[in-house]
């Protein structure tokens, strides 16, 4: 068998795995959704249901329904970008979700009339963050291996710490988390994101990654070599695993070497995917920082290595949402896999015609736009986008 196979194969099982929750029943958590919409006020009103209504969302009468092309093109924006930067896709997909698609006002409205039906929407809408999040990971990670781009045993390290995070945090905040408080610290955790990247593009934070610096240029320039027609055989400068010890690993990548401890990745992992599992993210948008200021990777690596940690975190993450009856709307999910699916092969092939300088200021635009907006509107009151 070769080691092309035995990958896939291996790949294979993790997309099975991610797949699986949606032949789980869903009887008891239909009935959990009947019970919510019985408790909440009858009427037209806001906050209130008219039963008499079209089923919307989660087929709640009444609720959003969303623009089925909307939803499509947005998801492969969703897979690109977090193809692209290996982060940033659970934050444009809530994004979508919260205010592309208007669930975040309608889950807002039931915060006084009925907070169980408030709080089965905002979790309806954590767990489809990661099912998008899960997807574009999964084709992220085959693509990304493929091209030398995946530091194996550094994505191993930090998936083993985000399995804990990943399933302890549903198990005790499911049910238990307001729609505005969601917002609030979901906006507040990419605010600080952005503060962070911002600072690593002064000359001090860029003093201390001079390695990922070295073998981004080494990369980029290669690339550009290929672009002018040179024939350039990339396969030897991709990651070389050179030596590999409980305490100590070290690779190279385009003729720079890299080193690192497993533990510290293992224990970055848990906290960034209990973190990112409250919000309902897939953990990119940290663990792309975590690599490339802790660890010294370029953002050439980060993409592909971030991509296969968020991948076993979010399996461990959907199947405690689902234990826990998080309600799923299954047919809008499965539209959004398919534009997900196309953003995620196109992402790996165009990141590596983008400068690296060029991916970082595009990460922090959206950083401050998103976080300020969500951090005024849960907190202050008002939103500078509007929703």
């Not at 039963?51 to 998801?75: E, Q, S, T």
């Not at 390695?211 to 002018?228: I, Y």
């Not at 848990?270 to 897939?282: P, T």
Request: proline letters at 4%.
């Amino acid at each position: 068998m070769t080691q092309s196979t035995k990958s896939f194969i291996v790949l294979g099982i993790l997309a099975a795995l991610l797949l699986t929750p949606f032949i789980l029943p869903q009887t008891a958590y239909a009935d959990k959704l009947t019970d919510a919409i019985a408790k909440t006020p009858v009427g037209t009103g806001k906050g209130q249901i008219d039963p008499k209504a079209a089923p919307g969302y989660l087929g709640i009468p009444g609720g959003p329904n969303v623009n089925h092309i909307v939803a499509f093109l947005w998801a492969v924006w969703v897979g690109w970008i977090f193809s692209t930067v290996g982060a940033f896709g659970g934050i444009m997909a809530g994004v979508g979700h919260i205010s592309i698609y208007g669930l975040g006002s309608y889950a807002g409205s039931f915060r006084e009339t009925s907070p169980v039906l408030n709080k089965v929407v905002t979790d309806s809408v954590r767990v489809s963050n990661q099912f998008l999040v899960g997807m574009s990971a999964l084709i992220s990670s085959i693509n990304y291996y493929k091209m030398g781009r995946l530091v194996v045993p550094l994505g191993i390290a930090l998936a083993i710490g985000s399995m804990g995070g990943s399933y302890l945090v549903p198990l005790l905040t499911a049910g238990k988390v307001s729609f505005k408080a969601y917002q609030g610290y979901f906006g507040l955790f990419v605010l600080l994101l952005g503060c962070w990247m911002l600072y690593e593009t002064t000359p001090t934070g860029a003093a201390k990654k001079k390695a990922a610096k070295a073998a981004a240029d080494a990369f980029e320039k290669v690339m550009k070599e290929k672009k002018a027609g040179a024939n350039v055989d990339t396969r030897d400068l991709g990651v070389k695993i050179v030596e590999f010890s409980v305490s100590r690993v070290r690779f190279t990548f385009y003729g720079v070497e890299f080193n690192f401890n497993p533990l510290f990745p293992v224990l970055g992992g848990f906290v960034i995917a209990a973190v990112a599992s409250f919000i309902g993210v897939g953990g990119g948008f940290l663990l792309v920082p975590f690599l490339t200021s802790v660890s010294g990777l370029p953002m050439y690596l980060s993409a592909g290595t971030s991509a296969f940690a968020v991948l076993i975190g979010m399996i461990t993450s959907i199947f405690s949402y689902i234990q826990q009856g998080t309600i799923v709307h299954w047919s809008l999910i499965g539209l959004e896999m398919a534009g997900i699916v196309v953003g995620s092969i196109v992402g790996p092939y165009t990141s590596k015609y983008l400068p690296d300088k060029a991916l970082k200021v595009l990460f922090i635009i959206l950083a401050f736009v998103v976080g300020i907006n969500y951090v005024t509107k849960s907190f202050f009151g008002f939103a500078i986008l509007g929703r």
